[in-house]
């Protein structure tokens, strides 16, 4: 995707960051410049308060501003929060489609990584570049922190594949194929009813969350059977729905699922996607990758 030299944009289309985060964002640059990338900031990266920085219009200017430089070869978000879709009416997505750029992000961002897919049909990834820096003890790097550091390096510089290699086991069914789309669950029903929402119809649903006791994924999953999403889609991709699993909670996503999206339709689930610092990243807009 990029070679050493290349320069990417950082972006917020998110949330703003808080001023006390600037030392994580500098380490993240020393991460990246020590890869061979060059790195440039937009204007649009820190709150001014309650987690709101320069308006939607600005934050969507900004990112357009990447997109039109010739010089920026890939896109990054390092944001997450609430408020990315309010950028989604103010973007060009012509421009978007033409640039051949890869935009990355993830959490609230899976309402911009699948706008561009249903209005470009050009595909997104869904990925925290801020997962580089989980892995640190006292200042030091360890054995995980540099094997994160270097599926990225690997994959993005060097062409392999190691930050999408992701291992999944079928709950229901034996098979699926299709197109992923989806995200964080909350976020994507953000779509619903408007025109940046992908079409459903024959495509694997991806389903994570950070947030979100049972009743609460309850909602969210009787959403999408009411939008008729199960009956649509060729199967579903559950990743970590990280407090759920930290709380125990009952019933679990799995029961909740098979019963909100029946007996007929393919499901499987991941701990490679979702929140957690060691998430590895998907193509939203790309075929759903063979288990490992």
């Not at 790195?39 to 308006?55: A, H, L, M, P, R």
């Not at 599926?151 to 086991?169: A, E, K, M, P, Q």
């Not at 929140?275 to 939203?284: E, N, Q, R, V």
Request: aromatic share 8%; proline share 3%.
């Amino acid at each position: 995707m990029l070679k050493s030299g290349d320069r990417i944009g950082i972006v917020c289309c998110s949330n703003g960051q808080k001023r006390s985060a600037y030392g994580e964002i500098k380490r993240l640059e020393t991460i990246l410049l020590k890869m061979g990338l060059q790195v440039s900031f937009s204007d649009c990266i820190y709150e001014k308060q309650n987690g709101f920085g320069k308006s939607a219009g600005e934050r969507a200017r900004a990112l357009m501003d990447f997109y039109r430089d010739r010089s920026i070869k890939g896109i990054f978000d390092i944001s997450g929060g609430d408020i990315a879709n309010g950028i989604l009416p103010y973007l060009d997505y012509d421009v978007i489609a033409e640039s051949g750029k890869i935009f990355w992000g993830y959490s609230d961002l899976t309402t911009v990584v699948n706008a561009i897919y249903a209005k470009t049909g050009k595909p997104s990834i869904l990925y925290q570049i801020r997962n580089l820096l989980c892995g640190h003890v006292g200042g030091e790097e360890t054995h995980s922190g540099k094997e994160r550091i270097n599926h990225f390096r690997n994959t993005v510089i060097n062409g392999s594949n190691d930050l999408f290699r992701i291992h999944y086991d079928f709950l229901q069914r034996e098979e699926m194929r299709g197109i992923v789309i989806g995200g964080n669950i909350r976020c994507f029903l953000k779509l619903a009813g408007t025109g940046f929402m992908p079409d459903l119809e024959g495509k694997i649903l991806l389903l994570e969350s950070y947030h979100g006791s049972a009743p609460q994924i309850e909602t969210y999953l009787r959403q999408l059977q009411q939008l008729g999403a199960f009956e649509k889609a060729a199967g579903i991709l559950l990743g970590t729905f990280t407090q759920m699993e930290a709380e125990k909670c009952f019933p679990t996503v799995e029961t909740l699922i098979l019963e909100a999206a029946g007996t007929d339709l393919p499901i499987a689930v991941t701990k490679d996607i979702g929140h957690g610092g060691d998430s590895k990243a998907i193509m939203i807009g790309e075929k759903l990758p063979p288990s490992l």
